[in-house]
């Protein structure tokens, strides 16, 4: 069975579709079959991994109320592991069409349901609200992946987001589990940095993966070239962080009390 994986932090920035992409890139280099699954109106994951989404005839969007047509919307990429069912901003129009709709936490989890046997990984790249977008990816989701960028205030929203997973685990969705909490934009020397990190650690025990994400110029260069670190520059650090991570996404199973 695929394991879904949603990308999600209400805050802005924090390095979710960074983590989505590159996550996704380094598992597909350990061949495994992956599914990179835009759920941002932004469409940022689409478009850092170079899909013209202009060009396209099916986006997550035009599926998205015909689950059945879901695997006409699944694009290669040019690492052989590596699928994507890119988003346009036309998907900024689901939040509304769903708000009157019975079940409607449900579509996604209808979409990746068609495509899921296909893939042993999907990522979800959420946007940056806990609106019914992001609520659709946890209801699709059995695993929860936080990027935190370690700045002040980067607790409280963690707090927030923990809530909402809570919730959606008790009336929606009793199979998502937290993956853990990644650390992202890390920079050592920055003192704040340190002390998230250790009340991260205090605060939330055992969600913390052991893998870092340092801060690293080649990780935001990447996505104008269209391409995943892996691709654009492999001995980057950025590219070795995220390779770490995948091995550790493939060993760690989330643990049942989380
Ligand atoms: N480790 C990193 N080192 C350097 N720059 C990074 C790193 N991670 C992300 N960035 C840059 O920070 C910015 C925000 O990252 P990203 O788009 O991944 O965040 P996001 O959480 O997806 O944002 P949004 O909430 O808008 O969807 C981007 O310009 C990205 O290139
Ligand atoms: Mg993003």
Redesign the pocket.
């Known amino acids: 069975m695929a394991r879904i994986i949603a990308i999600a932090?209400q805050k802005?920035?924090?390095?979710?579709?960074?983590?989505a992409i590159n996550l996704a890139a380094s598992l597909a280099v350990m061949e495994k079959r992956v599914l990179l699954l835009d759920c941002?109106p932004?469409s940022?994951a689409s478009s850092g991994l170079g899909v013209d989404t202009s060009g396209l005839a099916h986006n997550l969007y035009s599926v998205f109320f015909t689950p059945e047509k879901a695997a006409e919307a699944v694009y290669k990429t040019s690492s052989p592991y590596l699928s994507i069912m890119p988003a346009t901003t036309d998907l900024v129009g689901v939040e509304l069409e769903l708000v009157d709709k019975m079940g409607r936490e449900y579509y996604l989890d209808e979409v990746i349901k068609q495509i899921q046997k296909d893939y042993e990984f999907i990522i979800l790249d959420c946007?940056?609200s806990l609106g019914l977008l992001t609520l659709n990816s946890l209801c699709a989701a059995r695993e929860l992946l936080i990027?935190l960028q370690c700045e002040f205030f980067a607790l409280e929203g963690i707090v927030k987001l923990l809530q909402t997973y809570e919730q959606v685990k008790k009336r929606l969705n009793p199979d998502l589990k937290v993956l853990g909490v990644v650390l992202?934009?890390y920079d050592i020397r920055n003192r704040l940095a340190r002390q998230v990190k250790n009340e991260v650690r205090k605060c939330l025990p055992d969600m913390l993966m052991e893998s870092v994400?340092?801060?690293?110029?080649r990780?935001?260069e990447a996505?104008s070239h269209g391409r995943s670190i892996i691709h654009y520059d492999v001995k980057s650090k950025?590219a070795e962080a995220y390779l770490a991570l995948a091995k550790e996404v493939v060993l760690r199973k989330p643990a049942a009390k989380r």
Not at 12 to 19: C, F, L, R, Y
């Open positions: 932090n802005g920035g924090v390095g979710k579709t960074t983590t941002d932004q940022n946007p940056p990027p992202t934009m994400i340092p801060r690293n110029v990780l935001s996505p950025g």
